[in-house]
């Protein structure tokens, strides 16, 4: 939800579109960090959302982007006159100038991105541990809190979230909530971990719709498991063998 902030005369203000071009992200993904109050904003009273020039810097400082120049949002591509471009000599090979995309690599091929989410880094990182059995097949990030887990999600989304629902901050309900209302939540396969008596209060009531629990304790070996699982059901065939 956007906030209300107060801003000077002289505040700069910067349209959602000028913020994803500066922190090289997607629309969806500064409206998703609005929504988890990673980033201020206002609205105007056409209802457009601003966000302060100077929260967007200091995200991009967090990002590492602080020694990049920020795009301009109004630029536009110049073209040379077409004298800075002589026609090929005779045999000579032309480019194409549009050449077809590279093939993009089969689903099984790319790595299965995972975030992970709790607030045990001891936990986190032997997990990170145990999944390295599957090598490149899979990609691992964590995070100990909910915003960073934004953060990344919003920067380029997994296909996998797994998360605990006691966070400190935001909590693991309110940054799946967040997901839901961003519409991201809907592409990620989510596996939720809680203990046996929480269960029965958020499955029916507080949870996402597609969200899976796995009771806690979980062992990373039983999380490595489960997630060569996963794996195999990326596969062409569905993980079968004939």
């Not at 505040?11 to 997607?26: D, I, K, P, W």
């Not at 990182?125 to 960073?148: K, M, P, W």
Request: neutral net charge.
């Amino acid at each position: 939800m956007s906030q209300v902030i107060a801003l000077g005369p002289a505040a700069r203000m910067l349209t959602t579109r000028e913020a994803a071009l500066r922190l090289g992200v997607s629309l969806r993904t500064v409206q998703l960090w609005v929504e988890a109050s990673i980033l201020p904003a206002a609205r105007t009273p056409g209802g457009h959302r601003r966000i302060p020039y100077n929260a967007v810097e200091a995200l991009a400082m967090n990002m590492g982007l602080a020694d990049q120049a920020p795009p301009s949002a109004l630029s536009k591509p110049s073209h040379p006159p077409s004298s800075a471009h002589p026609a090929p000599a005779s045999g000579a090979i032309q480019a194409t100038p549009h050449a077809p995309a590279a093939t993009p690599p089969r689903l099984a091929d790319a790595p299965l991105k995972i975030v992970l989410v709790a607030r045990d880094d001891a936990w986190l990182q032997s997990c990170a541990s145990a999944l390295e059995i599957f090598g490149r097949s899979v990609e691992v990030h964590v995070a100990d809190n909910g915003y960073v887990a934004l953060l990344m999600i919003g920067r380029e989304a997994p296909q996998l979230l797994v998360t605990t629902l006691e966070l400190p901050g935001m909590d693991g309900i309110e940054m799946l909530r967040t997901l839901e209302r961003c519409d991201v939540l809907s592409g990620l396969q989510v596996l939720t971990l809680m203990s046996p008596e929480a269960t029965a209060q958020y499955v029916h009531e507080t949870l996402p719709i597609g969200v899976e629990v796995m009771p806690l304790p979980v062992s990373p070996e039983a999380l490595a498991i489960r997630v060569g699982r996963w794996l195999l059901a990326r596969q062409p065939n569905g993980g079968r063998h004939e």
